[in-house]
């Protein structure tokens, strides 16, 4: 088999920071975070014991100082795109692996350059003229090799041909990325890339499959991975500046036709289509309304019309009893943030299927209704059952403020009620003597309950504790939960909460 083709890795480090900043990070302490846990963090953080994939509370006690900034992969790709405009003028075919990294083929660059680190050194030097300092390059057999050898650069790494085995021996496993693998061969003993190379292949495969071997590869220097050239994508926004505002919404929905047409029509010459946009509108007073939207298949010209129509409903919503009121739009910028190829979205030879029928009914529906005419069921993370349950609009993207995948304390595990009460319902419990048992500050029940509403009580089984917020003495809250079944066998979940009875859902 003939040795995999030389590559080149540009790293541009902590470009999170940088997009967040707009700048190169300083002496500031600065981390970047996502879901309350570190994504990035600048030099300086670092220094003082801030590292990725600490939790913020952690970070921060260790940097009192610490500057936090929320991830925006948005922000990082669209900073990113002058960098590759950049580099494509100096060497074709480079391909983004992602914001901050880039990686292209090494023959061609070290020709014209006189060698590979020359050229690593030379695009180096032009990333740092335009305020990209403290970049590093890595040159090695293969793409992963590379990528590790950027990482240790200083500012150049080459590996030589056929040195990548020896190369990525001493490094740790961790740097294979994929958390279950790796923490799998931890507790199993092996902790570096030259332990897990030395495994036989046949006991990679019986124990962690294909996936396991591909990574048994890449620890042994043999990455076969395939390097994609692929150019910067072109500038697909368009926008309207009106000569005067325009207050009413349809006014501005049937001023950017052409813009959307122009957005559409963009697409269409890349063969491409639209599944997800960003709508920016400008108001007179400087005001910007900035909202992406998302499309169950993809955007015509029409959708994106509709889009802006109820985006300036929601903003006559939201400042209906504000200064901003009477605010008219001056400016409207249609940007696609997420294509796909147009093939993916033809019809088919015997006509459309049920889905795309589906989509064009409720499309059609929900232009009649308005934005929030036609929703869609969302589950979502939180301790109470009415938070847990988000009625998504149909073909939005709503941000996930609460994740459902993280680990929610005092949340209902499954099976779940069937109803839920949104707000709870007033519940009539009551013991033998005729009064309402209460919990107190320890999680007694005072005495059992016989009854509920107007049915008796066979079962029973509680409390379980519901506390949140505990830190926040304002919004702290503070509840038991009860399961009750009936004499007419239904099954109830019943809160007590505030020194009163209430049902939150019940179970059929």
Same mark, same amino acid.
């Not at 001056?330 to 993916?344: F, G, K, N, Q, Y």
């Not at 019809?347 to 009914?361: K, S, V």
């Not at 239904?490 to 505030?498: F, N, S, Y």
């Given at each position: 088999?003939?040795?995999?083709?030389?590559?080149?890795?540009?790293?541009?480090?902590?470009?999170?920071?940088?997009?967040?900043?707009?700048?190169?990070?300083?002496?500031?302490?600065?981390?970047?975070?996502?879901?309350?846990?570190?994504?990035?963090?600048?030099?300086?953080?670092?220094?003082?014991?801030?590292?990725?994939?600490?939790?913020?509370?952690?970070?921060?006690?260790?940097?009192?100082?610490?500057?936090?900034?929320?991830?925006?992969?948005?922000?990082?790709?669209?900073?990113?795109?002058?960098?590759?405009?950049?580099?494509?003028?100096?060497?074709?075919?480079?391909?983004?692996?992602?914001?901050?990294?880039?990686?292209?083929?090494?023959?061609?660059?070290?020709?014209?350059?006189?060698?590979?680190?020359?050229?690593?050194?030379?695009?180096?030097?032009?990333?740092?003229?335009?305020?990209?300092?403290?970049?590093?390059?890595?040159?090695?057999?293969?793409?992963?090799?590379?990528?590790?050898?950027?990482?240790?650069?200083?500012?150049?790494?080459?590996?030589?041909?056929?040195?990548?085995?020896?190369?990525?021996?001493?490094?740790?496993?961790?740097?294979?990325?994929?958390?279950?693998?790796?923490?799998?061969?931890?507790?199993?003993?092996?902790?570096?890339?030259?332990?897990?190379?030395?495994?036989?292949?046949?006991?990679?495969?019986?124990?962690?499959?294909?996936?396991? @071997?591909?990574?048994?590869?890449?620890?042994?220097?043999?990455?076969?991975?395939?390097?994609?050239?692929?150019?910067?994508?072109?500038?697909?926004?368009?926008?309207?500046?009106?000569?005067?505002?325009?207050?009413?919404?349809?006014?501005?929905?049937?001023?950017?036709?052409?813009?959307?047409?122009?957005?559409?029509?963009?697409?269409?010459?890349?063969?491409?289509?639209?599944?997800?946009?960003?709508?920016?509108?400008?108001?007179?007073?400087?005001?910007?309304?900035?909202?992406?939207?998302?499309?169950?298949?993809?955007?015509?010209?029409?959708?994106?019309?509709?889009?802006?129509?109820?985006?300036?409903?929601?903003?006559?919503?939201?400042?209906?009893?504000?200064?901003?009121?009477?605010?008219?739009?001056?400016?409207?910028?249609?940007?696609?943030?997420?294509?796909?190829?147009?093939?993916?979205?033809?019809?088919?030879?015997?006509?459309?299927?049920?889905?795309?029928?589906?989509?064009?009914?409720?499309?059609?529906?929900?232009?009649?209704?308005?934005?929030?005419?036609?929703?869609?069921?969302?589950?979502?993370?939180?301790?109470?059952?009415?938070?847990?349950?988000?009625?998504?609009?149909?073909?939005?993207?709503?941000?996930?403020?609460?994740?459902?995948?993280?680990?929610?304390?005092?949340?209902?595990?499954?099976?779940?009620?069937?109803?839920?009460?949104?707000?709870?319902?007033?519940?009539? @419990?009551?013991?033998?003597?005729?009064?309402?048992?209460?919990?107190?500050?320890?999680?007694?029940?005072?005495?059992?309950?016989?009854?509920?509403?107007?049915?008796?009580?066979?079962?029973?089984?509680?409390?379980?504790?519901?506390?949140?917020?505990?830190?926040?003495?304002?919004?702290?809250?503070?509840?038991?939960?009860?399961?009750?079944?009936?004499?007419?066998?239904?099954?109830?979940?019943?809160?007590?909460?505030?020194?009163?009875?209430?049902?939150?859902?019940?179970?059929?």
């Amino acid at each position: 088999m003939s040795a995999p083709p030389r590559h080149l890795v540009l790293w541009l480090p902590d470009w999170p920071v940088r997009a967040a900043l707009g700048a190169p990070p300083g002496d500031e302490p600065v981390a970047v975070v996502q879901a309350n846990t570190v994504v990035a963090c600048s030099a300086s953080a670092r220094a003082q014991g801030v590292r990725r994939g600490q939790r913020r509370r952690l970070a921060q006690t260790n940097s009192p100082g610490l500057r936090i900034l929320h991830a925006d992969p948005l922000q990082e790709q669209r900073m990113f795109l002058p960098v590759l405009r950049l580099l494509e003028e100096l060497v074709p075919g480079i391909q983004p692996l992602r914001p901050g990294l880039i990686a292209l083929r090494a023959r061609g660059a070290s020709r014209y350059y006189g060698g590979e680190e020359h050229a690593a050194r030379h695009l180096i030097d032009v990333l740092a003229e335009h305020s990209h300092p403290a970049s590093r390059a890595g040159v090695a057999d293969g793409l992963f090799t590379a990528e590790q050898a950027a990482r240790l650069a200083d500012p150049v790494r080459v590996v030589d041909q056929g040195e990548s085995r020896a190369f990525l021996a001493p490094l740790p496993i961790q740097v294979l990325g994929d958390e279950q693998i790796t923490a799998l061969l931890t507790k199993l003993g092996v902790r570096t890339l030259a332990d897990f190379a030395g495994l036989e292949v046949s006991h990679v495969r019986d124990r962690l499959g294909e996936h396991g @071997v591909r990574l048994h590869d890449l620890a042994a220097g043999a990455d076969s991975r395939p390097l994609i050239p692929q150019a910067p994508e072109p500038q697909l926004a368009r926008e309207i500046v009106f000569d005067s505002p325009l207050a009413q919404a349809e006014q501005v929905a049937f001023a950017v036709r052409q813009t959307a047409d122009a957005v559409t029509a963009g697409l269409a010459e890349l063969s491409q289509v639209c599944t997800e946009v960003r709508i920016e509108l400008t108001d007179d007073d400087g005001g910007v309304s900035s909202r992406v939207w998302m499309h169950p298949t993809s955007f015509e010209a029409s959708d994106l019309i509709d889009r802006v129509r109820w985006q300036l409903e929601g903003i006559a919503s939201t400042f209906a009893d504000t200064e901003r009121a009477g605010a008219g739009i001056l400016e409207v910028r249609i940007t696609p943030t997420r294509v796909d190829d147009s093939a993916h979205h033809q019809p088919g030879l015997f006509g459309q299927g049920p889905e795309q029928r589906l989509h064009h009914a409720v499309s059609r529906v929900q232009a009649l209704l308005g934005h929030r005419g036609v929703v869609t069921p969302q589950v979502t993370g939180g301790r109470r059952l009415a938070e847990r349950q988000l009625f998504r609009p149909w073909g939005d993207q709503t941000p996930h403020l609460r994740d459902a995948a993280l680990p929610w304390p005092g949340s209902l595990p499954s099976p779940l009620p069937s109803e839920v009460f949104a707000p709870p319902l007033p519940a009539r @419990v009551t013991a033998a003597d005729g009064t309402a048992p209460s919990v107190d500050e320890r999680g007694a029940l005072s005495a059992p309950p016989v009854q509920i509403e107007d049915a008796g009580v066979l079962s029973w089984a509680g409390p379980w504790p519901l506390r949140e917020r505990t830190w926040d003495a304002d919004h702290a809250r503070s509840a038991q939960r009860f399961q009750i079944v009936d004499d007419a066998q239904r099954a109830w979940l019943v809160l007590w909460e505030d020194g009163s009875w209430w049902i939150e859902g019940r179970y059929r």
